[in-house]
């Protein structure tokens, strides 16, 4: 009987696994069987590189049994959810935030790209350090998840917590955006920013920059609006923050296979 090892592919639901020891692999016949079929497998041959390529999804436990030339192999297959504890994080110089993975709880290693933003320690801890964006992600194998950090002054971290809390607690209407109970994405701008005493003179799709026509020539939204170009550019990642925080959009979770 073949020897087998695992060898993680790049993708979180694939792994390769090579045959040590096989014999030529050019013509050969091969069929599987999946003990429970509520957890999806498929089992593929590379003859090439002697790897058995086994890929799956829906999380589960189940036994995977390979005939490969009359030779039989039993093999073991676990799919586990991973995630991290948040998607996103904003901070303001020196402030910590923990972070943690669910769904796993073996060996992995803590990492940033960007070490001038953020550290992170071998639990997970993050302290902010500067001003500037960083992903911070833990590493199983050679899988990550991460969370993406934002380090911000006081007053835009207060700006970005205002507008989470209007995309939680108030409705989605361009017809209705400026009264109390909802919102859109130029409304919500300007909705959060007044409330640090930044007020702007329209609320027309401020957030997209798009050009109207005005006797005869384009102008940008942000020139009409009156506002500095270091505001605007404070649009596009003040509202990427908000979204990221759940605001109409669905987190995608990740998996692998262990």
């Not at 030339?69 to 959810?81: A, D, M, P, S």
């Not at 050679?142 to 969370?147: E, R």
């Not at 329209?202 to 020139?223: D, E, M, Q």
Request: aromatic residues 8%.
């Amino acid at each position: 009987m073949y020897q087998v090892g695992w060898n993680y592919d790049d993708e979180g639901l694939k792994v390769r696994i090579p045959l040590v020891n096989a014999p030529d692999l050019t013509y050969y016949t091969m069929s599987y069987r999946v003990a429970d079929s509520s957890v999806w497998l498929t089992c593929q041959l590379d003859s090439t590189k002697k790897e058995l390529i086994i890929q799956g999804d829906y999380t589960g436990k189940t036994t995977l049994t390979v005939d490969l030339n009359g030779k039989i192999f039993t093999i073991t297959v676990q799919i586990i959810e991973v995630n991290m504890s948040k998607n996103s994080a904003v901070l303001c110089k020196k402030n910590t935030v923990q972070l943690k993975v669910k769904g796993y709880k073996g060996k992995l290693s803590w990492g940033t790209a960007n070490k001038k933003v953020v550290n992170v320690s071998k639990s997970g801890k993050v302290k902010a350090k500067k001003n500037g964006n960083a992903v911070v992600y833990a590493k199983i194998g050679t899988q990550k998840v991460g969370c993406a950090v934002s380090v911000v002054a006081k007053k835009r971290r207060a700006v970005i917590n205002k507008a989470k809390k209007i995309a939680r607690t108030c409705k989605y209407s361009q017809a209705k955006r400026m009264s109390d109970k909802y919102y859109d994405c130029s409304s919500l701008v300007w909705k959060a920013y007044q409330k640090e005493g930044k007020s702007f003179a329209t609320t027309i799709a401020i957030a997209s920059g798009s050009p109207l026509r005005r006797k005869n020539r384009f102008v940008s939204l942000k020139t009409i609006a009156g506002i500095t170009d270091k505001h605007f550019n404070m649009i596009n990642p003040f509202i990427s923050a908000v979204i990221s925080s759940g605001a109409k959009q669905q987190i995608t979770r990740t998996k692998f296979h262990l």
